[in-house]
Structure formats: structure tokens, C-alpha cells
């Protein structure tokens, strides 16, 4: 079946710790995007990449970082530098385009204690 | 820059009520794309539908119904006899188009939680 997956679905840290959420996509899409969501909020965006080997910085980078070095994958590295980083992030793709819905995988719920 | 707005925070009802949820949005262009999206309490976000700042038609599947009015800047939601599995938090997305045509923002709304009570 096509789609995205995220793993794991929820994760565990200790403060100071980096942590890579992982993000794969068997769509065939060119875009890649990571929200993150906060209780009673939308969702905000952190980093897309429309294309391999390039991303650019959505609302909130600071404290994150991604890699695209393959179409089909978009890592997300939360950094110890990301102050609030309990919350939950989705992964979306689509092909690129305003007109295109994104699709979304079923997410991961990180909690940095 | 644009913005969407749900005003509607939480909304409850009783099964088989019908039920409006709004969806405000400002934006300088003429060339825009609208979404719809329900997020149920497993979390994935679960398409909708899309609607092009040229198409002002209402849509209507099966119980759901979307009202666009560009004059009112306004893409509102209507869930028909609601039902139990309706219950979700509903976003409002706008996208933008820039000269190339490549979209690289969607903003969404806060969302409206739905509670669809027996």
C-alpha cells in the first residue's frame, strides 16, 4: 500500500539528548514536509524539502534539523538546542505543488522529560 | 501573509444534528488552494477536500458539504445527520501559489474539535 510511514509512534527522551524522527514515503512524491503540533493548536511547520538534497527552514527551525538524501525519506533530528520539544510531529508529502493536498503519516508523539 | 481562522474552539452535538464549522482566511493573491482536513483521535490527518480560489461551487459528498464565498473569505464545513465517528479535530488549511507554482507553505487553522455525543 502506498504511504507514509513514521516510526516509532511514540518516543522517549532524556533532556540533552538528540533524537531523529524517521520519515518514509512510498508515494513518489517530490515534496517532503514536518509539522509540529502542540495542544490546541495547528499545525506548524519546520522544515520542507521539495526536492532531494535540498530543504528549507519552515516557521520554526531552530532546534531542529533534516537531511533529504533520498526521495523517499526525510529524517527529523530534534537537537538538545529545540527548548520545548515535547510534542507531536507529522511528516507530510505531496507532489510539489499548491494545488496538491499533503498526505500525512500517522505521526510521532515525543516526550523529553 | 496569510492567516486562517477557526473560531470555533469545541463544538459538541447530538448524534444526527447537522453541524457548521467556519473557516475564515486572508491571503494577497488571487491564486490560492483550500483544505479541509480531519485529524481523529489516532492523530493522522485524513484529506478532505481542495478548493481553487476560481471555483467558487459547493461541494456536497455523501454527509459533508463545503460552502466557499470568496466575498466573505469564508470555506465553511457542514456535517449532515452527524454521527459518532464524526467526532475529531477539524483543520482549515490555506495554500498559496508563488510565480512558479510550487507550493512550499501550508498554514492551517487552530481546528475545531467535534464531539458527536449518543
Known amino acids: 500500500d502506498g504511504g507514509i510511514t513514521q516510526s516509532p509512534k511514540y518516543l522517549f527522551r532524556k533532556e540533552g539528548q538528540n533524537v531523529t524522527l524517521s520519515c518514509e514515503q512510498n508515494l513518489n512524491h517530490d515534496a517532503m514536509y514536518w509539522y509540529r503540533q502542540d495542544p490546541g493548536q495547528g499545525l506548524r511547520l519546520i522544515y520542507y524539502s521539495q526536492i532531494v538534497n535540498d530543504f528549507q527552514k519552515g516557521d520554526i527551525a531552530e532546534g531542529y534539523s533534516v537531511s533529504r538524501e533520498k526521495k523517499e525519506s526525510f529524517p527529523l533530528t530534534v537537537t538538545s538546542a529545540q527548548k520545548n520539544p515535547t510534542a507531536f510531529y507529522l511528516c507530510a508529502s505531496n507532489l510539489g505543488q499548491a494545488a496538491h493536498e499533503q498526505y500525512f503519516g500517522p505521526g510521532t508523539r515525543l516526550t523529553v522529560t | 501573509a496569510q492567516k486562517v481562522t477557526q473560531a470555533q474552539t469545541e463544538i459538541s452535538v447530538v448524534e444526527k444534528e447537522d453541524v457548521t464549522l467556519d473557516c475564515v482566511y486572508e491571503?494577497?493573491?488571487?491564486?490560492?488552494?483550500l483544505f479541509w482536513y480531519k485529524q481523529p483521535p489516532s492523530g493522522e490527518l485524513v484529506f478532505l477536500i481542495r478548493r481553487n480560489s476560481f471555483d467558487e461551487q459547493n461541494e456536497i459528498s455523501g454527509r459533508y458539504s463545503w460552502n466557499f464565498q470568496k466575498s466573505t473569505s469564508s470555506f465553511n464545513f457542514t456535517i449532515t445527520a452527524s454521527q459518532v465517528v464524526d467526532s475529531a479535530v477539524y483543520f482549515c488549511?490555506?495554500?498559496?501559489?508563488?510565480?512558479?507554482?510550487?507550493?512550499?507553505?501550508?498554514?492551517f487553522g487552530k481546528g475545531t474539535l467535534l464531539t458527536v455525543n449518543p
Open positions: 488549511a490555506l495554500s498559496e501559489s508563488n510565480s512558479g507554482g510550487s507550493n512550499y507553505k501550508l498554514t
Open positions: 491571503t494577497r493573491d488571487t491564486t490560492y488552494y
